[in-house]
């Protein structure tokens, strides 16, 4: 069955880096568009990154110019390079799969696979 499992999370300072990695299993992973999402307690689950199955990154405003996706095809991993953290980074970062195209693949709906999530907090 499909099995996303992240890790890399932790804690940082203001202006620190994390990376984030998935670890994909169960699917083909060149016919699934993957993404990375976050969620606050009490808030909505945002989009911050995705990957096309064209390999085509898609990223939300809030990680333009600081988050990087990434994946190699041949560990079946999907990364999230967050440089330039802010508090407001801080949050539980979940790495979802979904098969083939979708429509808008910053919006959680589009996706039916999920790992555990990985904790992020960055402190001022």
């Known amino acids: 069955q499909v099995q996303l499992v992240e890790s890399g999370g932790g804690s940082v300072l203001t202006g620190g880096s994390l990376r984030l990695s998935c670890a994909a299993s169960?699917?083909?992973?060149?016919?699934?568009?993957m993404g990375w999402f976050r969620q606050v307690p009490g808030r909505e689950r945002e989009g911050v990154a995705s990957?096309?199955?064209?390999?085509?990154?898609k990223y939300a405003d809030s990680a333009k110019d600081r988050f990087t996706i990434s994946q190699d095809s041949a560990k079946n991993t999907l990364d999230l390079q967050m440089n330039s953290l802010k508090p407001e980074d801080t949050a539980t970062y979940y790495c979802?799969?979904?098969?083939?195209?979708?429509?808008?693949?910053?919006?959680?709906?589009?996706?039916?696979?999920w790992g555990q999530g990985t904790q992020v907090t960055v402190s001022s």
């Open positions: 990957m096309w199955l064209d390999g085509t990154p």
């Open positions: 169960g699917f083909p992973y060149s016919n699934y568009c």
């Open positions: 979802a799969a979904v098969h083939g195209w979708v429509g808008y693949p910053l919006e959680d709906y589009e996706y039916n696979y």
